[in-house]
């Protein structure tokens, strides 16, 4: 038996590509209800990870200012001067 790998996280981009082919699939409503209700199950979970995925970027998120020397100082996003 071989070890299995671990899957690598997919991307913002691609959780989103398969988010909207999930939207796309239900939206025609021409699948079985058991398939329609895993579709849902997967896309709420996809919902989830981007948006902590979205989360987690607006922490990175800095404005920069200048400081009292002159320098350019990092603020938190939103962060009012």
Do not use: H, W, Y
Not at 5 to 31: H, T, W, Y
Request: charged share 35%; glycine share 8%.
């Amino acid at each position: 038996m071989s070890p299995r790998k671990k899957e690598e996280p997919k991307s913002f981009e691609e959780n989103m590509a398969r988010l909207e082919e999930i939207v796309s699939q239900l939206e025609r409503g021409d699948g079985a209800l058991a398939d329609s209700l895993a579709l849902f199950e997967e896309g709420t979970k996809l919902a989830g990870v981007c948006t902590t995925m979205l989360d987690e970027a607006e922490q990175k998120v800095v404005k920069l200012q200048k400081g009292p020397d002159g320098a350019p100082v990092e603020l938190p996003f939103g962060e009012e001067e």
